[in-house]
């Protein structure tokens, strides 16, 4: 057996060729591009070939290229022909005198032309044996979204076509075994270069690869089934790698993350286009974080109840009928943060429902507030000194209202219209029943101003945020002291439910 030769494999920095060389490394099982032998390669070109000519993979060809050995005009022979003349990229030869490789800056190749006419493979601009035209460069038929032949249009110099190693090309074409095939495009994503970003890549390609793999071992000739929603596969991706490899400390760290863009595209001759889906690297660390054991309980308990389609709150959907649903919670994160308050109403809000059957042994598991906390420092980068007077001022309402048993006043937080002068009435009332009653104010006009106020009776932009945050914690600290399970506290929740279920109707009916 020869030794073995390192193919000379690294990351380019660039999407397409970089989630092709995590396929690779997913395939040879390795860590490093840097690991991949000349044998790797070869194995997989080897099994490449049977698979591109396989119902499962050769309508997701069309899909990421418009290649030649799709070709209706060639015979079978030439196609496979040419096929296993791309897969060995590797081996073609250098192009002494043209440009680096665009993506990785290492000589570029002369590409392999199948000629039509005299069923040669050649790497020449002209057909050695019949002098019929061949290509130079790299066109759309090997690199998605580029343009077709001849086009001039988007490259410098009027040199139409891209220079591309050899690497790089075999790289690209493993985006086939890597890159999620969904809802009929191609998922392509692009991560910082920290070791920690790319194994969020590693984790897109494993459940790519593993469907796959899991199609092509039963038979070759089925459909793959339909995988949905690219952003919801991507955050699934990431969540369940992160909650495999995150200790069960309290609140542990988490590498800073970068920044991820999920971009969705199709070459298809038919259609080609892309959409552009990206999640700043503060919502990925967000994501990161919340999969510690402090935080995973909330998460779980919010993506089960936001799959698609209609099922009992929190029943979450079985695997297979998982990867054709989306999950809106996951798909709501790329609204963030520019969307961070109705994304906090949205998920974190307690529902009249909710709160029903919400015990002091129960809270101990779905409390939200350390969870909202985080979130709040990590996507919104609140000041510690507003987060810590929205939380006593919704622990001292909490206690009156306890206290006291003021429905009257539970009611006006948690029902009828939120608009800034019904909250500032609230808490003003809420305020001099305190003082009547003790002797002291509920909130200083300090923390009245860090919370809600620019100035004097100016509400501060994100006030709305500020008052759910409020609700959310004043919920979680009268379920601790018990109230909920009081006759005073069971009734009023039940009226609130109705007239809260009317609010998100109108609520709802207006965002749509
Ligand atoms: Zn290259």
């Known amino acids: 057996m020869v030794s073995e030769q390192y193919a000379g494999l690294r990351w380019t920095g660039h999407p397409l060729p970089d989630m092709g060389i995590a396929a690779i490394l997913v395939y040879a099982r390795k860590e490093m591009p840097e690991e991949i032998t000349v044998e790797d390669l070869e194995r997989l070109a080897q099994e490449a070939e049977r698979w591109y000519f396989s119902k499962v993979l050769s309508g997701y060809l069309t899909v990421l290229f418009t290649s030649n050995f799709l070709n209706t005009s060639w015979t079978p022979n030439q196609k496979v022909k040419y096929a296993q003349a791309v897969l060995r990229a590797f081996n073609w030869p250098l192009d002494e005198t043209g440009p680096m490789c665009a993506y990785c800056h290492r000589p570029s190749v002369r ?27 790299a066109y759309r038929d090997l690199v998605p979204m580029l343009t077709g032949r001849d086009v001039i249009n988007f490259f410098p110099q009027g040199q ?7 690497l790089c090309i075999v790289a690209l074409q493993a985006l086939s075994i890597g890159a999620p095939y969904c809802e009929g495009k191609a998922v392509i994503v692009e991560v910082g270069d920290a070791p920690a970003d790319r194994e969020i890549l590693r984790a897109v390609v494993q459940d790519r690869f593993a469907t796959l793999q899991r199609l092509l071992s039963v038979q070759t000739d089925a459909k793959p089934a339909n995988i949905r929603g690219p ?43 892309i959409e552009i889906y990206p999640l700043p690297s503060n919502v990925v660390q967000f994501v990161k974080r919340a999969q510690g054991q402090r935080y995973r309980g909330v998460w779980n308990q919010t993506v089960r109840r936001a799959w698609e389609g209609k099922r009992r709150e929190g029943e979450e959907p079985p695997e297979e009928e998982r990867r054709a649903l989306r999950n809106r919670f996951y798909d709501d994160l790329f609204t963030l943060p520019d969307n961070a308050g109705v994304f906090l109403r949205r998920w974190f809000n307690w529902r009249p429902e909710q709160i029903a059957g919400l015990t002091p042994e129960t809270l101990l598991k779905q409390e939200r507030w350390p969870f909202v906390v985080m979130f709040l420092e990590e ?33 006006r937080f948690f029902s009828g219209r939120t608009d800034y002068r019904t909250v500032r009435d609230t808490l003003i009332r ?14 200083t006009l300090d923390d009245f101003l860090t ?25 979680e600290e009268l379920c601790r002291l018990g109230w909920f399970q009081r006759p005073e506290g069971r009734e009023i929740m039940s009226e609130v439910d109705r007239e809260e279920a009317d609010e998100q109707a109108e609520e709802v009916g207006a965002t749509v």
């Open 379 to 411: 996507v919104l980068r609140m000041e510690q000194v507003r987060v810590t007077a929205i939380r006593s001022l919704a622990d001292r309402v909490a206690a009156d209202i306890a206290d006291t048993n003021d429905r009257q006043i539970f009611r």
């Open 430 to 443: 809420a305020d001099r029943r305190r003082v009547q009653r003790l002797g002291e104010p509920l909130v």
């Open 111 to 137: 590409p392999a032309n199948l000629c039509g006419r005299c069923d040669q493979v050649h790497h020449e601009a002209i057909c050695p044996s019949c002098k019929k035209e061949g290509v130079t460069r």
């Open 451 to 475: 919370v809600f106020e620019e100035g004097e009776e100016v509400a501060r932009a994100d006030w709305r945020l500020a008052w759910d945050l409020l609700r959310i914690r004043m919920v």
């Open 231 to 273: 952003r919801t596969r991507v955050i699934e991706a990431l969540a369940r790698w992160q909650q495999e490899r995150a200790p069960d400390g309290e609140d542990e760290e988490v590498e800073k993350a970068g920044p991820l863009t999920v971009y969705h595209l199709s070459n298809s001759g038919q259609g080609p286009g």
């Open 160 to 166: 139409h076509g891209l220079a591309l190693c050899g």
